[in-house]
């Protein structure tokens, strides 16, 4: 293991930030695991180049393992990591052990597995912003866009993860705070639902298939497979 990226600082609270990063190389073929220690507040997009380097570069072979402790922080750096994670071609591992709040819980969302300690503290809650030292009018207009950038946020992310109910509480403002183990039960759930739903489509796209398959046949080719399964059932039959 090869200590690869090391990114620190502090922000103007004095609050500490840091991402350090590693690569394990596979000894048995050409995959790489990477592992990213992501820890602070979320300020800028500077914090994470060398996460978003990774996961522009990693293939389908390659896990990216994230090992996350934040409160959130801005609202729009969150997103522009999320959607890199959604770019990402790589298996994406998201390891929480303490804490996970705000725009930091829309990465866990992004994950294709997931590693949650059942005493984890998460919070959720609608989007906040600072009203610009504009005109009445702009304050207004200003609100208005914020609160829809804010609906979407939430919708786009836990609109599964939510119930109905919850998510106009969340909406309202409303402060969630789950422990590790809910939010585990909650993904185990999803992640049931989805492979179910995987399934079904993997089943349809296959009968669609073999009617395609069939529907090119001309006759005498249809002909030939009849007679072909009309054989294996009487050989079948001999042989009981």
Partial sequence: MNNKYNCSGVDENGSTWSTTGFVIESEEDASKHYL???EGPILSISQYTDVFSVLRKATEDDVVELSVTSGGGDLFVS?????ELARCEAHIHFVVDAELASGA???LMRADSYEIDDNASFLFHESAYSVPQVTSSEVVDYVKHS????TGWLTKYYSEFFTEEEMNK????YQMHLTGKQVKERLDLLQQENNKKKEEIDSQLKEFETQQTLSELGYNDLKDLLKAAQQEVKKRKELQ
């Fill in 147 to 150: 609160e829809v950038v804010g």
């Fill in 79 to 83: 997103e522009v990591f999320s959607n």
């Fill in 105 to 107: 819980t829309t990465w």
């Fill in 170 to 173: 969340v909406k309202k403002g």
């Fill in 36 to 38: 990213f220690f992501i």
